[in-house]
């Protein structure tokens, strides 16, 4: 499960599930005196940082973070975005580009140089996430284009580099559903496009509608589809882990806690 309030909370009660807790930036520097019963998974040690920077591992001191957030979780492997198609990002309700949008050869070439050093410059296997297609504008006019996510989103993006980098694949499958739905394609033929055979990990959790008429990652709980896609996704692939991405309420955790291991199990 994913490191969040809820989660901390938990733990401090000792009321936790035999889970391992998958954290990410500065939630890392304390993650492992909050769980010190758990096993830790590490997740975008850097936040507001892209692949594309052309000096991606000294920017924001990308590269000692990680490896000192490495050593203080012991994580089995390290997770990171594989966008975005700026070289300087920022979050703000999703990830704004605060560079100009660079075109998808730049990007790729950029991201695959990092994600290869990276891959070279520590000690456990580096994956990379897909990520939620929030490039187009929404119908209704509410909600502007967001140019960080150009490019990264099409599944041919993730195919490249994860096969130029020789990187394993982070399947989020939300993200799935919302970058299919915004493109308006099928989410099974999305996900078929992806290199299934590089996944190593998966996050799941439940996508909601916005007002606006597109997809949103909502981190809600799963509803029957969700569980389905990661049922028809476990027939294709061979993960190490499956991460549950929810943290508002004890209850609806719990319930899809088991429901995940009840998928799993089956």
């Given at each position: 499960m994913n490191d969040t309030p809820l989660a901390r909370r938990l733990a401090g009660e000792g009321r936790l599930p035999d889970v391992a807790v998958e954290t990410s930036g500065a939630k890392t520097d304390d993650a492992p005196a909050a769980y010190p019963d758990h096993p830790l998974w590490l997740h975008v040690p850097v936040w507001d940082w892209s692949l594309a920077h052309p000096d991606a591992l000294a920017?924001?001191?990308?590269?000692?973070?990680?490896r000192a957030r490495l050593a203080a979780t012991g994580a089995p492997w390290l997770s990171?975005?594989?966008?975005?198609?700026?070289?300087?990002?920022?979050?703000?309700?999703?990830?704004?580009?605060r560079t100009p949008t660079l075109p998808r050869d730049v990007v790729l070439a950029r991201a695959t140089a990092t994600l290869a050093a990276l891959r070279n410059a520590v000690d456990v296997p580096v994956l990379a996430e897909n990520l939620d297609d929030q490039a187009r504008p929404s119908p209704d006019g509410t909600r502007p284009a967001r140019p960080a996510y150009a490019h990264v989103c099409d599944p041919t993006f993730p195919s490249d580099l994860t096969r130029a980098a020789d990187v394993g694949l982070l399947l989020d499958l939300a993200h799935a559903q919302v970058s299919a739905a915004a493109q308006g394609r099928d989410v099974h033929a999305y996900l078929a496009a992806l290199p299934l055979h590089r996944v190593r990990q998966i996050h799941v959790s439940g996508p909601r509608?916005?007002?606006?008429?597109?997809?949103?990652d909502a981190h809600a709980t799963l509803r029957d589809a969700d569980l389905a896609l990661l049922a028809w996704t476990l027939a294709r692939t061979r993960p190490w882990g499956v991460t549950l991405e929810y943290g508002r309420d004890?209850?609806?955790l719990l319930r899809d806690l088991d429901r995940v291991r009840a998928t799993l199990a089956a």
């Open positions: 920017h924001r001191d990308a590269l000692a973070v990680t990171v975005h594989v966008g975005f198609a700026a070289a300087e990002v920022a979050y703000d309700g999703g990830m704004q580009a509608p916005r007002g606006d008429g597109t997809l949103d004890e209850a609806g």
